[in-house]
Structures are given as C-alpha cells and as structure tokens.
C-alpha cells in the first residue's frame, strides 16, 4: 500500500466513523446518575430538575412523567424536553403542578432517556392555610426572651 493510498483509506475512514456517529446519535443512549430533585415551590409551581449522563454527545430529547401514585399507572403529565452541553445535561423544568393537583398534595415524578428511566422523586405545592414562622431566642445573661415573627 502507498503513502497516497493509506492516506485516502484513512480519510474514508474516519468519514464513515463521523457518519456513524450522526446516525446512531438518533437513538440516544443515557442515563440518570445524578439523580432528581425538586424545589422551588410555591401554591401552584414546583421546580423539577435532573442530569442526564449521555454516552453520545450532542441534544438529547428527554421525556417528562408526573404522576398521583408512585407506580405510575396514572400518569397526569407528559412533556419532551430537551437538553446539551450547553447546560451541562441538566434539565430544570417549571412545573404548573396546580392544574393537576390541589395545593399541598404529594406527586410523583421521574424523567425518561431513550430505555433508562431516572430515580422516582417526590414532591408537592405549599399547602392551603398561610405558612408564618416564629423565631425565639433565649439570652441567658440578661435572662430575656427575645422573640420575632415573620
């Protein structure tokens, strides 16, 4: 084999390896080792986040399930999301948990990557009645008790 030829079957090469990777960057293969979490709520949001681990780089669509029960047999919400590089593989998704669920009520979630399904997270709006918090202090050498409300 000559210089010029090794160097056109390298280059074909590496083509058909670019090419590949295009294709089979169609069906994205992932998974969830970070885990879920939710946060962020109010009477109506809830804030639900994950990071997707992809063994190809590049967009990844991913697909979001909320559900009442935690077997998922009532699935309330579905939504495709997407995520990259860009924001490091990590989805943060704002969730109007009030047109599903009555405030304070528990749910279930989880995201779906291709055949990987992440961790089950749970999580919930404030509840109805108005949430005051009371701070109280003791000073001991005054033997005072100090105390605020917000």
Known sequence: MQRRDLLKFSA?????????????????ECSFKHGVASGDPTH?????????TPKIPGSIPVNLEVSSNKSFKDIVYRKRLYTDPIS????????????????????????KCGDSFSDIGRS??????????????WDRKSTRLN????
């Open 124 to 137: 919930q709006t404030f509840p109805k009645e108005d949430v005051r918090f009371a701070c109280l202090s």
């Open 44 to 52: 109506k949001d809830v804030i639900l986040w994950t990071r997707v």
């Open 12 to 28: 074909l090469t590496a083509s058909f390896g670019f090419l590949s990777g295009k294709i089979s960057s169609n069906v994205k």
């Open 88 to 111: 490091d593989y990590t989805i943060k998704y704002d969730f109007d948990a009030g047109l599903y669920f009555e405030q304070g009520q528990s749910f279930y979630f989880r995201f």
């Open 147 to 150: 105390s605020s409300h917000l």
